[in-house]
T-cell receptor, first 111, second 114 residues
Framework: GQNIDQPTEMTATEGAIVQINCTYQTSGFNGLFWYQQHAGEAPTFLSYNVLDGLEEKGRFSSFLSRSKGYSYLLLKELQMKDSASYLCAPLGVGGYNKLIFGAGTRLAVHP | DSGVTQTPKHLITATGQRVTLRCSPRSGDLSVYWYQQSLDQGLQFLIQYYNGEERAKGNILERFSAQQFPDLHSELNLSSLELGDSALYFC?????????????FGPGTRLTVL
């Protein structure tokens, strides 16, 4: 989606912490989803933020600032299996009932 | 396993042909969504059905059509296929019709048009 910005690629080391940023522009806002997608596989749901602040779920946390049109996904204690694309999908960009995904950030975790 | 099933897993066909992709939503989900993901492209929303009725439409080509049946399974029909239609086609389902509902994705159908 042209109104969603994420870095194209990131690399990190096993055991480290990485933050994947997403900025968006939307008319109307109903929250923001993060999905993980391994190459050739289905996207899987990670988190949904509708209020400002940080939501923690195990090794993954997601932050939202509605006033800034900004979110990030924080991955801690990185594992090799975290190598995947991470898709940001704010609601409101495409209109009601349309979940519009960003192009995704491809994360490579190295030993 | 999300509980969403899609068949077939792979499909190889020729230009000009027509194919049908099938999706069964998770038990209890009333909405079905279709997405296209071309190589190195993001997920592109095609269309949504809720309880048998079309609910939202994305950039779906006129050559493509979909429907949702009374048992809630859905089919995506792609006709007059072109090389550029080669992609992964995902189906997702959610409980309700609202866009705040979490969508759960099926494993996808990989379509190759030769």
């Amino acid at each position: 989606g042209q109104n969603i910005d994420q870095p194209t690629e990131m690399t990190a080391t096993e055991g480290a912490i990485v933050q994947i940023n997403c900025t968006y522009q939307t008319s109307g806002f109903n929250g923001l989803f993060w999905y993980q997608q391994h190459a050739g596989e289905a996207p899987t749901f990670l988190s949904y933020n509708v209020l400002d602040g940080l939501e923690e779920k195990g090794r993954f946390s997601s932050f939202l600032s509605r006033s800034k049109g900004y979110s990030y996904l924080l991955l801690k204690e990185l594992q090799m299996k975290d190598s995947a694309s991470y898709l940001c999908a704010p609601l409101g960009v495409g209109g009601y009932n349309k979940l519009i995904f960003g192009a995704g950030t491809r994360l490579a975790v190295h030993p | 396993d999300s509980g969403v099933t899609q068949t077939p897993k792979h499909l190889i066909t020729a230009t000009g042909q027509r194919v049908t992709l099938r999706c069964s939503p998770r038990s209890g989900d009333l909405s079905v969504y279709w997405y296209q993901q071309s190589l190195d492209q993001g997920l592109q929303f095609l269309i949504q059905y809720y309880n048998g009725e079309e609910r939202a439409k994305g950039n779906i080509l006129e050559r493509f059509s979909a429907q949702q049946f009374p048992d809630l399974h859905s089919e995506l029909n792609l006709s007059s296929l072109e090389l550029g239609d080669s992609a992964l086609y995902f189906c997702a389902s959610s409980v309700g019709s609202g866009n705040t509902d979490t969508q759960y994705f099926g494993p996808g159908t990989r379509l190759t048009v030769l």
